[in-house]
C-alpha cells in the first residue's frame, strides 16, 4: 500500500518549458489535491477535484492547469513556467472534502531557471 | 490575506520540556482543526485534529486547545524529545476551504 505517490522527485527546468507533474494514489479515495509550499507560505492550494473528470481552482490557480481522467491519478501541468513557480509541490487525496484528513504524497521540488 | 496565523515560526525547546505552537483564524465557518507534523523530504501527515465542540484532544504527548471564542488554538507537546524536531502547520476549515498556517520549525535539543 504506496499511498499517494508524486512522480518526479526532482525536476529542473528553463523558463518556457512545459511539464507535468503526476499524482497517484491507491486508497480510492474521491478528493485529490494539489498545493504548493514556499518557505514562510505554508501550504497553497492551486487546484483540486472531487472526482473522476472534475476539476476545481484553489487559492493559486493561475498558471496551473489539471486533469482527473482516472479516479487514481490527479496530474499538474505548467504550460509555460515561469522562475516564480520555483518551488515544492505535494499533492494529497482524501475521503471527503476538508472536514477529513489528507494524506500527502512526498513531494517534488522544481526549479524553473 | 492570511487567514490562519501561525506563531512562532521557529522553537527550540530542550528535551523533556514542553513545546508550544500558537494559530489563529479568522473565519468562523472554520469547524475542522487539524495539526500536521513534517519531516524534512517528506509530505506532511496529519499528527492531531480537534473539532469545535471540544475544548481539548490529547493523544499521547500531544494535546490540543480551543478556544473558540477567541478563534485561537494551540498544539501542546509534552516530554519533547528529539525525535519531534520538524515543522508543525496547523490548518483550518469548513466544507469549501481548508487554510494552513505558514508552519513552525521546531528543534528539540537533546
Known amino acids: 500500500n504506496a499511498g499517494v505517490t508524486q512522480t518526479p522527485k526532482f525536476r529542473v527546468l528553463k523558463t518556457g518549458q512545459s511539464m507535468t507533474l503526476l499524482c497517484a494514489q491507491d486508497?480510492?479515495?474521491?478528493?485529490m489535491y494539489w498545493y504548493r509550499q514556499d518557505p514562510g507560505m505554508g501550504l497553497r492550494l492551486i487546484h483540486y477535484?472531487?472526482?473522476?473528470?472534475?476539476?476545481a481552482k484553489g487559492e493559486v490557480p493561475d498558471g496551473y492547469n489539471v486533469s482527473r481522467l482516472k479516479k487514481q491519478n490527479f496530474l499538474l501541468g505548467l504550460e509555460s513556467a515561469a522562475p516564480s513557480q520555483t518551488s515544492v509541490y505535494f499533492c494529497?487525496?482524501?475521503?471527503?472534502?476538508?472536514?477529513?484528513?489528507?494524506?500527502f504524497g512526498d513531494g517534488t521540488r522544481l526549479s524553473i531557471l | 490575506q492570511q487567514q490562519v496565523k501561525q506563531s512562532p515560526q521557529s522553537l527550540i525547546v530542550q528535551k523533556g520540556g514542553i513545546s508550544i505552537i500558537n494559530c489563529a483564524y479568522e473565519?468562523?465557518?472554520?469547524?475542522?482543526f487539524p495539526w500536521y507534523q513534517q519531516f524534512p523530504g517528506k509530505g506532511p501527515a496529519l499528527l492531531i485534529a480537534?473539532?469545535?465542540?471540544?475544548s481539548e484532544k490529547k493523544e499521547g504527548r500531544f494535546t490540543i486547545s480551543f478556544n473558540k471564542s477567541a478563534k485561537q488554538f494551540s498544539l501542546h507537546i509534552m516530554d519533547s524529545q528529539p525525535g519531534d524536531s520538524a515543522t508543525y502547520f496547523c490548518?483550518?476549515?469548513?466544507?469549501?476551504?481548508?487554510?494552513f498556517g505558514a508552519g513552525t520549525r521546531l528543534t528539540v535539543k537533546p
Open positions: 494529497a487525496s482524501s475521503f471527503g472534502r476538508n472536514n477529513q484528513p489528507q494524506h
Open positions: 486508497m480510492n479515495h474521491e478528493y
Open positions: 477535484s472531487v472526482g473522476e473528470g472534475t476539476t
Open positions: 473565519n468562523t465557518a472554520f469547524d475542522y
Open positions: 480537534i473539532r469545535p465542540d471540544v
Open positions: 490548518a483550518a476549515s469548513d466544507n469549501n476551504d481548508m487554510r
